[in-house]
């Protein structure tokens, strides 16, 4: 990008407008970000379907989409199936690339699992691309775990990538087929390197998706929680903030080929996060513990990322508060716990 | 590595004294550098097991091992079977885990298979010796591939890894797996980035493996061969000297969970080396011309390789001079060629 060009930002309305009767496929539509981002779509006017395998110890909730049937077109299948993508990419104008394996530990124990969905089912959906729909705008979420165990912080886009389990392993090979694909065949990809997520209809039956999920259960059953270490500091994407970006990278023609870091307001401890938590709960204990020994191997210590590349580029900013992203999950679940568990 | 202690190198005798007696399994072993490391290694009296597809397109030519019958214990079958893996690990003292599909273009047609060998067949290989042989050794002939376009040259190991084709993406993953299990698992691997490789029992069938041995063939059937692009610089290691370097990180303790160029004497355009090479011949014509556009693409320029770090850790270097190579390898073709073409 040159110095003397100040990029065009897309605001609120022009997005709206860049998505209006438009075709977009989500793979992971039932999950949590992708649930989010297809009624934020729906709600701009695009004809919008999802893919999901509903996969029990994944993210797929058909929950997720309540209140959107007939609206949205929902349709439950594996991305690992090679020969359903040609249908699914068809005439799409867009493709949001979700679906995706993201228990860091299920990884170590079933790495063939992990690097079938988050490897190989990724150049099969890129396959599809290249031969059915080569004019699809692809966004690709990627995850900050690819980076391992920060030199320095906070982590811009530059740092070494240096994966600690299969899972960082074969996100990076996921993301670099996005790139190269974008290189070589012309499928035009963006992606987005995604921190600890959080809000609405995120899991909060296990640690599969992120810890926190299992905190604020923990908290809803008046149960105590574990943080484990205590001390690591990790920034949070509100849930909103992280489909703001995926909507604007889909839409800006010069983000195509681009790795952007997502991140959050200003970082805080775990210790610090669970407080937070119990303050706005009202109530609430919890037990800070050392690592178990199998975790630590794979933990990446203190995290958070630079997000200016994604400003500068895009116009992205975190816009929700930490304490309003908490707020506003915890009130999602005191409502809808009963889906969730 | 501490600065004060000067690391102990193995010599020649030290390394046959090593090996002498000790169970070696080499994946793709019926291949250009796994069978000459195969002959290597019986010569010193270790129990040599080989195991190879023999797909027509890799590198696996029975000849390679002639003369060692009832020596060298043959297994033909697929590093993809996963189900064989735990017998052919069991018991033994070290892996050479060369088996791999080595084609950029293969690699861009059909994608899945380069995956599933480079990739998916590193994992079920790792979970084998996690299993069934926990005290096994493993090397890992890894690439310069992974680097992609050079920043600079020559190329240190710290220089970011930037793959542009599915090959180099696949070939990382399946590195990155390999340090992982050290780290996580305690598998101890090392980690060899080999540059082009030349000799003996290397490919002249067509470029598949390297495009020196088109060269070698055309040149001995009076043919003329083509040179595409020719100012790129590259650097080449005589095979002798690769498997050098093979069994030092074997034998090496200290060497495992590390990652090593290997490099050859000083580079030349490839230009000049079909220039040397129609010299030693006494005969030939080439014709340079511009790459093809589908090559073009992922072709990553000039490289070569910054290779002091395995001289300092474990004493080798290039022994072989870069003529002395040529020669070597067309005198072998002059007697042998009629079972590589």
New interface residues.
């Given amino acids: 990008m040159k110095a003397e060009t100040k990029p065009q930002h897309l605001d609120e309305r022009q997005l709206a407008r860049a998505y209006r009767g438009r075709r977009a496929l989500i793979t992971g539509g039932l999950g949590f970000i992708g649930s989010n981002l297809a009624r934020r779509l729906a709600s701009y006017g695009a004809r919008v379907t999802v893919v999901d395998s509903l996969i029990p110890e994944y993210g797929g909730n058909l929950r997720n989409l309540a209140g959107l049937e007939g609206v949205i077109q929902v349709n439950i299948s594996d991305v690992r199936d090679r020969h359903s993508l040609p249908v699914f990419v068809r005439g799409q104008d867009y493709l949001f690339n979700l679906a995706g394996q993201t228990s860091h530990m299920d990884s170590?124990v079933d790495?063939?699992t992990d690097?079938e969905i988050n490897?190989?089912a990724q150049?099969?959906i890129l396959?599809a691309c290249r031969r059915h729909a080569p004019e699809i705008r692809v966004v690709f979420a990627s995850t900050r775990q690819l980076y391992g165990r920060p030199d320095h912080l906070p982590v811009g886009e530059?740092h070494?990538?240096r994966?600690?389990?299969?899972n960082g392993?074969?996100k990076?090979?996921g993301e670099?087929?996005h790139l190269?694909y974008h290189?070589?065949h012309g499928v035009r990809s963006t992606v987005l390197r995604l921190t600890n997520t959080i809000g609405p209809r995120m899991r909060i039956k296990d640690a599969r998706q992120t810890f926190v999920g299992v905190w604020i259960r923990a908290l809803l059953e008046d149960r105590s929680f574990e943080v484990w270490g205590g001390e690591q500091l990790r920034d949070f994407t509100y849930v909103d903030d992280c489909v703001h970006a995926l909507l604007l990278a889909g839409a800006t023609e010069a983000a195509a080929g681009e790795v952007f870091n997502l991140g959050g307001p200003p970082p805080v401890t775990l210790k610090e996060l669970a407080e937070i938590l119990v303050e706005i709960n009202g109530r609430g204990t919890f037990q800070v513990r050392a690592f178990p020994a199998d975790r630590k191997?794979?933990d990446i210590g203190g995290f958070y990322a630079d997000w200016s590349r994604i400003e500068q580029a895009l116009g992205w900013r975190p816009r929700t508060g930490l304490r309003a992203a908490l707020r506003r999950t915890l009130a999602f679940y005191r409502r809808e716990r009963g889906h969730y568990v």
Same sequence: chains 1, 2.
């Fill in positions: 170590m790495p063939e690097l490897a190989r150049l099969s396959e530059d070494p990538l994966p600690v389990d299969v392993i074969n990076l090979a670099q087929y190269l290189q070589v191997k794979i």
